[in-house]
């Protein structure tokens, strides 16, 4: 075996785990990111009073709604409700 055969399947035999490891991570993030979809949902039937007790509103749902079928929309929710107690902690320091 010359020395350009053995770097050629070197090459080949490293490749593979990190493309198995590629498909399975997007195979993970997706089942998450499908899991985190039903759970959103559910959000949807809860009263106005109790999206109000963990920060969110209605109108909140109906943004974070529009992501596209294979992200998460949990994500958009966390940004929206992270940026509205920031602002309330802004306005509060203000007012203080």
Do not use: C
Not at 51 to 56: C, F, H, P, R, V
Not at 58 to 75: I, M, N, S
Request: hydrophobic share 45%.
């Amino acid at each position: 075996m010359t020395t350009i055969e053995f770097a050629s399947e070197t090459q080949r035999i490293t490749t593979r785990p990190a493309v198995a490891t590629r498909v399975i991570n997007v195979l993970a993030n997706a089942y998450v990111a499908w899991k985190n979809r039903r759970a959103f949902y559910r959000l949807g039937e809860m009263s106005d009073a109790e999206l109000a007790d963990i920060g969110l509103t209605r109108a909140d749902l109906h943004v974070a709604v529009g992501v596209p079928f294979g992200r998460d929309p949990t994500v958009k929710l966390r940004a929206i409700a992270s940026e509205r107690a920031d602002t309330i902690e802004d306005l509060a320091r203000r007012v203080a």
